[in-house]
């Protein structure tokens, strides 16, 4: 799986649209790019997934360069609700393929 | 809206004991999982589970470690002899197909003591 990086915290003001990069440069073709955030020690939660094209849904925008080697996930108007640690993870479309958590971006929504 | 359902939340067990993690995957899913989360420490996998039997295991899965589906809604982990280092929120996820989200449960804590 490829390794991602993303910066340790961010801060955001509530009302804002908050913009979460994240870099994996070494993502192959057939690796998804998956985000999750974890609200204090709670289960994972799964936000957004994509390959190459931009996503959208209910909780957030999903923006993926060209060359597929960085992403953004954008909050669009964030909540206090939204402080969480959020999770950039590429995953392999294959059988039983596990997702490999790494250190995670804490946002912190402020009022 | 659907979900995954995991007993008990909290449970502690003497050092040596066998202890079962329950986990209810949301009906119709295909692949489940098993993750682990050490106080302060990442997200872990640990073992993932397709028509019934094991697709991937992590190190962390060794021989104490067990996965079960006994019957049509039911996802087990069993830990045989349980270690002070096994205290840790243990995560199970269940994902529809290939190419899915999984979706997580909230977790049960193990404390052993």
């Known amino acids: 799986d490829a390794k991602t990086t993303q910066p340790t915290s961010m801060d955001c003001a509530e009302g804002r649209a908050a913009n979460l990069p994240c870099n994996h440069s070494?993502?192959?073709?057939?690796?998804?790019v998956y985000w999750y955030r974890q609200i204090h020690s709670q289960g994972p939660q799964y936000i957004i997934h994509g390959l190459k094209n931009n996503e959208t849904n209910e909780m957030a925008s999903l923006i993926i360069t060209e060359d597929r080697k960085s992403s953004t996930l954008i909050l669009p108007h964030a909540t206090l609700r939204d402080t969480a640690v959020y999770y950039c993870i590429g995953r392999r479309g294959t059988s039983g393929s596990r997702l490999t958590f790494g250190e995670g971006t804490q946002l912190t929504v402020n009022p | 809206e659907p979900e995954v359902t995991q007993t008990p939340s909290h449970q502690v067990t003497q050092m040596g004991q066998e202890v079962i993690l329950r986990c209810v995957p949301i009906s119709n899913h295909l692949y489940f999982y098993w993750y682990r989360q050490i106080l302060g420490q990442k997200v872990e996998f640990l073992v993932s589970f397709y028509n019934n039997e094991i697709s991937e295991k992590s190190e962390i899965f060794d021989d104490q470690f067990s996965v079960e589906r006994p019957d049509g809604s039911n996802f087990t982990l069993k830990i045989r002899s349980t270690k002070l280092e096994d205290s840790a929120m243990y995560f199970c996820?269940?994902?529809?197909?290939?190419?899915?989200?999984?979706?997580f449960g909230q977790g049960t804590r193990l404390t052993v003591v």
């Open positions: 070494t993502i192959s073709g057939n690796e998804y």
């Open positions: 996820a269940s994902q529809l197909l290939l190419y899915t989200e999984a979706f």
